[in-house]
């Protein structure tokens, strides 16, 4: 299909959709245009231009070969392993165990706050504290944990969107580390 678009408008395969795409595509093979929207490459021109016609195809393809479609992953803390641990993270820690704010430590490093976000984040999948509740208040917590379990898992972009783009994607970050702390910790189902 992608090369038949491009084909038709005399563009490479690539303009229509990248690789990621076709990709994301087959491993998510959403049964929506709404879950059409939530993959990787695709914005509204794309899901307006193309989004029925991709979405019918792959309802056709997972009904011809017996597969499922929209499989749902497990909720997963975004995959970028900790940073190792510099001065200024190892210092940021200390005011983080203590309680300390983003804005309390990024004044007190002379740090970026978008910095001090990546630190706390280290932090909470390093340290795993029982709570993030000085960063994260519940309600927002429960919501970003709510979202993340009805859209991809690990995807902030979907989660973002269903929060209505009032929850930063440092809180969207932190809220699923910790969800997969507390995951990593519970006893194995039976």
Excluded at 42 to 50: I, M, R, S
Excluded at 78 to 106: C, L, N, W
């Amino acid at each position: 299909m992608r090369k038949g678009f491009a084909d038709d408008r005399a563009v490479p395969p690539c303009v229509i959709f990248g690789d990621a795409s076709l990709r994301d595509m087959a491993r998510r093979r959403p049964h929506s245009e709404a879950g059409f929207r939530r993959l990787h490459g695709v914005g509204k021109a794309k899901l307006a231009e193309f989004g029925k016609r991709f979405v019918a195809r792959i309802r056709e393809y997972c009904a011809a070969q017996g597969v499922a479609e929209n499989p749902s992953p497990p909720l997963a803390a975004p995959s970028r392993p900790a940073r190792r641990q510099s001065a200024g993270s190892a210092e940021a820690a200390k005011m983080f165990a203590a309680g300390a704010t983003i804005d309390e430590v990024a004044a007190a490093l002379d740090r970026a706050p978008s910095t001090v976000a990546g630190y706390l984040n280290d932090y909470v999948r390093r340290e795993r504290p029982a709570s993030i509740a000085p960063w994260v208040n519940d309600a927002t917590y429960s919501r970003v944990a709510a979202a993340a379990r009805q859209s991809d898992g690990n995807r902030l972009k979907p989660i973002f969107e269903a929060l209505g783009g009032e929850v930063p994607y440092n809180e969207i970050r932190l809220v699923l580390s910790h969800v997969q702390n507390v995951a990593d910790q519970s006893p194995p189902r039976a």
